[in-house]
T-cell receptor, first 111, second 116 residues
Framework: GENVEQHPSTLSVQEGDSAVIKCTYSDSASNYFPWYKQELGKRPQLIID?????GEKKDQRIAVTLNKTAKHFSLHITETQPEDSAVYFC??????????FGAGTRLFVKA | EAGVAQSPRYKIIEKRQSVAFWCNPI?????LYWYQQILGQGPKLLIQFQNNGVVDDSQLPKDRFSAERLKGVDSTLKIQPAKLEDSAVYLCASSSSRTGGSEKLFFGSGTQLSVL
């Protein structure tokens, strides 16, 4: 069935450094790739998304890239801040009309 | 706009007991989802409704879990009887898609279930 793999499971960076989280998906019919941020004890919230007809999208300090051929997509956070510390989930909207989530990356930004 | 409402926020029960969760989606959102999030994992889809019809319940353990969405608005998820491995956060989400598909999901705060 559809599967989304996410790496790394834990990422620790120094404040001001960049963070990169990578995901791969299995369903070639997937056409929408959202990223959700979940702070401790809170609900997941959409932070950025990309559609399959676009290779890159940027919103201030965060950007997402998509390689459809390789079925890879990545989240890039630049100039990280302590408030970026959270769990980040990638997801793929599959041809079966459902969103499949990765296992999550716990990001720690050290001040 | 008001967000997705869920209740209760926390629930502690003993194994073999029953429990029910309630969700009210964002007004006008046709698609409603129940996800199970076990500690340290990503959300796993249990069931997806389009209006009051089930679109996907392939991951729902039907011997103990049931869900309904009467009148295409509110939804309830029930577990009977509960097992220790059901301990998780149960997230309800909704989206505005009217074609049976999910795109941008709006999540509720979740119900944290502990089965002792």
């Amino acid at each position: 069935g559809e599967n989304v793999e996410q790496h790394p499971s834990t990422l620790s960076v120094q404040e001001g450094d960049s963070a990169v989280i990578k995901c791969t998906y299995s369903d070639s019919a997937s056409n929408y790739f959202p990223w959700y941020k979940q702070e401790l004890g809170k609900r997941p919230q959409l932070i950025i998304d990309i559609r399959s007809n676009v290779g890159e999208k940027k919103d201030q300090r965060i950007a997402v890239t998509l390689n459809k051929t390789a079925k890879h997509f990545s989240l890039h956070i630049t100039e990280t801040q302590p408030e970026d510390s959270a769990v980040y989930f990638c997801a793929a909207y599959s041809g079966g009309f459902k969103t499949i989530f990765g296992a999550g990356t716990r990001l720690f930004v050290k001040a | 706009e008001a967000g997705v409402a869920q209740s209760p926020r926390y629930k502690i029960i003993e194994k073999r007991q029953s429990v029910a969760f309630w969700c009210n989606p964002i007004s006008g959102h046709a698609t409603l989802y129940w996800y199970q999030q076990i500690l340290g994992q990503g959300p796993k889809l249990l069931i997806q409704f389009q209006n009051n019809g089930v679109v996907d319940d392939s991951q729902l353990p039907k011997d103990r879990f049931s869900a309904e969405r009467l009148k295409g608005v509110d939804s309830t998820l029930k577990i009977q009887p509960a097992k220790l491995e059901d301990s998780a956060v149960y997230l309800c989400a909704s989206s505005s898609s009217r074609t049976g598909g999910s795109e941008k999901l709006f999540f509720g705060s979740g119900t944290q279930l502990s089965v002792l």
